[in-house]
């Protein structure tokens, strides 16, 4: 079953995770000391932000080979959801605390790192969806048995 269509769901939402590591939240014009020194807010800016992404790059890796385990892989699919929500929430509250009082002064625009949270988000929701299909198509085969 790996290579059923949920395995590339999986797929893509490790990918949207692991993407997280090279590009920006957001970008700005000007460096600002002590935050947005490097003119970009990334998930290096913060220590949780780097482990919510790692743990959901790694889950959404190991669920695409629990395909024998169905229940465990929509469990962690769940988890990928879970972990795509808590990270976008964390990083918005850390930009808009330490970002609060310097935006009259630098310009910043929004990076591509933005959408790879809500993308993993989505593609964890299609790879359970899936999931529970396949499911679902299994239990009914066993009934007819």
């Known amino acids: 079953m790996i290579q ?13 995770f692991f993407l997280l590591f090279q590009f920006p939240f957001a970008v700005s014009d000007i460096a600002n000391p002590g935050f947005l020194e490097d003119k970009d807010f990334d998930i290096f800016d913060n220590i949780v932000l780097i482990i919510l992404t790692a743990l959901g790059g790694i889950i959404a890796l190991i669920a695409i080979f629990m395909y024998k385990n169905r229940p465990l892989q929509i469990r962690l699919s769940y988890l990928i959801i879970i972990l795509g929500i808590i990270l976008i929430l964390v990083a918005a509250v850390l930009f808009y605390n ?48």
């Open 4 to 16: 059923r269509i949920q395995t590339v769901f999986l797929l893509l939402a490790a990918i949207a």
């Open 98 to 145: 330490e970002a609060a009082n310097i935006m009259e002064k630098v310009g910043v625009s929004d990076g591509i790192g933005l959408f790879m949270p809500v993308l993993a988000f989505i593609f964890g929701f299609l790879a359970a969806r899936y999931i529970r299909k396949d499911e679902k198509l299994v239990r009914s085969a066993d009934r007819l048995r």
